[in-house]
């Protein structure tokens, strides 16, 4: 059954650290991360390239296990939140299989859900409505665009009907405009399924235009800098991304991510 109280965090990470031991060395990638991630809410996980966030994504998924701390999903671990598919990921690289069209990569999931016994989610029309491909589900991946493929990708993710969604840099393969666009795409279905979402970047405009809050995690090891609320009206818009507003936060999180930034 699932757990789902509204007043207690959805994502609840405490103390999280994680070493990886390659043959001679030990690397600790995550220091003594904290956060919490309420349910409906949109974070963002922003910092610079190695600072862990990958492995931090991937440690909410129950992907990887930490080496010290706790992770709860809905009062669950994450691996349970996983076997309830509670989670949907979305990677970097829409990672589809090239010889299923869109429609049956989307339906996958579903497929080896019922072969476990599960129930059958949501239909794969009314998701490639959502997503924007209606006329393109018999289309194969080599003949989408990688926009295309990545909503086919984020179209898979959803079609279990998760709760929570972990998105790893999904747009950062994307053209600025075509990613522009997909943000704004991102922002219109989480705001009619109010999921919660875990999205990792590097860009701080998308960041701004996404978050509720972002995350900001210092260079390697990671370790949570600051957090800093988004107080910008919802539904964004582009115009939002010229206001003053947009620009202080935009030079805030700029400060945040220079080494030693913030501190003192
Ligand atoms: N399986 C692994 N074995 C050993 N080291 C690893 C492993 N996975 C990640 N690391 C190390 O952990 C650190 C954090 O990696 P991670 O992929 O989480 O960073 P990231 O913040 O996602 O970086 P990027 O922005 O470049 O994607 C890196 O130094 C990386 O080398
Ligand atoms: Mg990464």
Not at 68 to 82: D, I, K, L, M, R
Not at 151 to 159: F, Q, S, T
Not at 195 to 218: C, G, N, Q, W, Y
Request: hydrophobic share 40%.
């Amino acid at each position: 059954m699932k757990k789902c109280s509204k007043t207690s965090p959805h994502v609840r990470l405490a103390d999280v650290s994680k070493s990886f031991s390659t043959g001679t060395d030990t690397l600790v990638a995550l220091d003594d991360v904290t956060l919490d991630v309420a349910r409906g809410e949109f974070v963002c996980l922003l910092g610079p390239s190695g600072c862990g966030k990958s492995t931090l994504l991937r440690i909410i998924g129950g992907l990887l296990e930490p080496t010290f701390g706790s992770v709860t999903v809905g009062e669950q671990t994450p691996a349970e939140a996983q076997a309830e598919k509670e989670l949907g990921f979305v990677f970097q690289e829409p990672s589809l299989l090239p010889w299923r069209s869109a429609s049956d990569n989307i339906r996958l999931p579903l497929e080896v859900n019922r072969t476990n016994g599960g129930d059958s989610g949501r239909s794969v029309e009314d998701l490639l409505n959502v997503v924007g491909l209606d006329r393109f589900g018999h289309y194969y991946p080599s003949q989408l665009s990688g926009g295309m493929q990545q909503r086919v990708a984020l179209a898979r993710a959803l079609v279990s009907d998760p709760s929570l969604l972990l998105m790893d840099e999904p747009f950062g393969a994307l053209d600025e405009i075509t990613r522009a666009t997909m943000r704004y795409e991102l922002l219109r279905i989480w705001d009619e399924d109010q999921k919660t979402v875990v999205f990792v970047t590097h860009s701080i405009p998308e960041a701004i235009v996404l978050s509720d809050r972002v995350a900001v995690l210092t260079g390697r090891p990671g370790h949570v800098r600051s957090i800093v609320p988004i107080d910008l009206p919802r539904p964004r818009t582009e115009l939002m991304e010229r206001s003053r507003a947009f620009l202080n936060y935009s030079e805030q999180l700029h400060d945040l991510l220079l080494p030693g930034g913030g501190d003192g």
